[in-house]
């Protein structure tokens, strides 16, 4: 049987200038300036106490997240979380490097979708598409991770990206922090464009996988941090965690800590398959599951304006 596929080469795009975005370079919240909201929680207390031994013993912090990190303008907390040496790893999905990417450049991100999927401009900007598969492909070509191919990307294109200073993945790749991106194709805007090759897409964040599995290979005595990854974060935690412990490294005495805005009551019950939240990815494959044999799992209810500041003001000193 003959299967057919949809040409992409008369796909039409878009410059991202003139586009109105959501989220601007000018409103970043600034770490020291802006006030950080009060959030008590003594289980918080607890993660931040557990963060500070890891690091004072030289486990990893790794610092999982989705799109909204970004979206909620929190860029430089965790830009300086990386610099004092809180955060040893960041992973995210496809969504997280694009808008990272696209403030880096454009000073602006996060379009207005539903206006746009209407005339099907959505996604089609230029800029963005050519220049992050650009780097993607010759990364892959290279044997680059994902990650590491656009922070190259941006380090041999200085005059492109005026705001690369905010950039967390050009941040990362400059303190020599692994900044790792699971991908799953067709779920990102650049997977639309004529450019997008998805062999190497594939060859860059199999890259990436990788290297995240060996950070968590050592997150023994460490801990582990999800901010509002509801599937691609945990799925690919749980798959680094097993590689791990079936090549013998002895990750069990874990802290893990999932933030949301579900609240999921007593998160440590077990759930019958009628409880909606029993299909939470999150609360199964970061809070319960991996700590099954030692360590300890939270899960906080909080929106990351509020959570994001107060990680990083109790973790400075």
Same mark, same amino acid.
């Given at each position: 049987?003959?299967?057919?596929?949809?040409?992409?080469?008369?796909?039409?795009?878009?410059?991202?200038?003139?586009?109105?975005?959501?989220?601007?370079?000018?409103?970043?919240?600034? @770490?020291?300036?802006?006030?950080?909201?009060?959030?008590?929680? @003594?289980?918080?207390?607890?993660?931040?106490?557990?963060?500070?031994?890891?690091?004072?013993?030289?486990?990893?912090?790794?610092?999982?997240?989705?799109?909204?990190?970004?979206? !909620?303008?929190?860029?430089?907390?965790?830009?300086?979380?990386?610099?004092?040496?809180?955060?040893?790893?960041? &992973?995210?999905?496809? &969504?997280?490097?694009?808008?990272?990417?696209?403030?880096?450049?454009?000073?602006?991100?996060?379009?207005?979708?539903?206006? /746009?999927?209407?005339?099907?401009?959505?996604?089609?900007?230029?800029?963005?598409?050519?220049?992050? !598969?650009?780097?993607?492909?010759?990364?892959?070509?290279?044997?680059?991770?994902?990650?590491?191919?656009? /922070?190259?990307?941006?380090?041999?294109? @200085?005059?492109?990206?005026?705001?690369?200073?905010?950039?967390?993945?050009?941040? &990362?790749?400059?303190?020599?922090?692994?900044?790792?991106?699971?991908?799953?194709?067709?779920?990102?805007?650049?997977?639309?464009?004529?450019?997008?090759?998805?062999? /190497?897409?594939?060859?860059?964040?199999?890259?990436?996988?990788?290297?995240?599995?060996?950070?968590?290979?050592?997150?023994?005595?460490?801990?582990?941090? !999800?901010?509002?990854?509801?599937?691609?974060?945990?799925?690919?935690?749980?798959? /680094?965690?097993?590689?791990?412990?079936?090549?013998?490294?002895?990750?069990?005495?874990?802290?893990?800590? !999932?933030? =949301?805005?579900?609240?999921?009551?007593?998160?440590?019950?077990?759930?019958?398959?009628?409880?909606?939240?029993?299909?939470?990815?999150?609360?199964?494959?970061?809070?319960?599951? @991996?700590?099954?044999?030692?360590?300890?799992?939270?899960?906080?209810?909080? =929106?990351?304006?509020?959570?994001?500041?107060?990680?990083?003001?109790?973790?400075?000193?």
């Amino acid at each position: 049987m003959k299967y057919k596929t949809l040409d992409f080469k008369n796909i039409k795009t878009w410059s991202v200038k003139g586009r109105r975005d959501l989220v601007r370079i000018n409103n970043l919240f600034t @770490p020291g300036k802006d006030s950080v909201p009060e959030w008590k929680s @003594p289980d918080f207390e607890d993660v931040v106490l557990k963060i500070k031994e890891a690091r004072k013993n030289g486990h990893p912090v790794i610092f999982s997240m989705g799109a909204h990190v970004i979206k !909620n303008r929190l860029s430089r907390y965790l830009i300086e979380m990386m610099k004092n040496g809180t955060i040893t790893h960041i &992973a995210g999905n496809g &969504a997280t490097s694009i808008h990272d990417f696209e403030l880096a450049y454009n000073g602006g991100t996060s379009e207005d979708v539903p206006t /746009a999927i209407e005339d099907g401009s959505f996604g089609m900007w230029e800029e963005t598409g050519k220049w992050m !598969n650009e780097a993607i492909n010759k990364g892959a070509e290279l044997g680059m991770g994902y990650g590491e191919s656009l /922070a190259v990307y941006i380090d041999q294109h @200085p005059e492109l990206f005026p705001y690369k200073d905010d950039c967390v993945l050009y941040q &990362a790749y400059k303190l020599g922090v692994p900044a790792t991106y699971h991908i799953a194709l067709g779920t990102d805007i650049i997977h639309q464009h004529p450019d997008c090759r998805m062999g /190497a897409i594939g060859a860059a964040s199999g890259v990436d996988f990788k290297r995240y599995c060996e950070s968590v290979s050592r997150l023994g005595g460490g801990v582990f941090l !999800n901010f509002g990854s509801g599937v691609i974060g945990p799925e690919v935690f749980l798959k /680094a965690l097993s590689i791990s412990r079936n090549l013998g490294y002895d990750v069990y005495k874990i802290t893990t800590a !999932n933030f =949301d805005l579900i609240d999921l009551g007593d998160y440590k019950k077990k759930l019958s398959y009628d409880d909606v939240n029993y299909y939470y990815r999150p609360r199964k494959n970061i809070v319960n599951r @991996p700590v099954s044999r030692g360590g300890t799992g939270y899960h906080f209810c909080a =929106d990351h304006k509020v959570s994001i500041p107060n990680l990083y003001e109790r973790t400075k000193k």
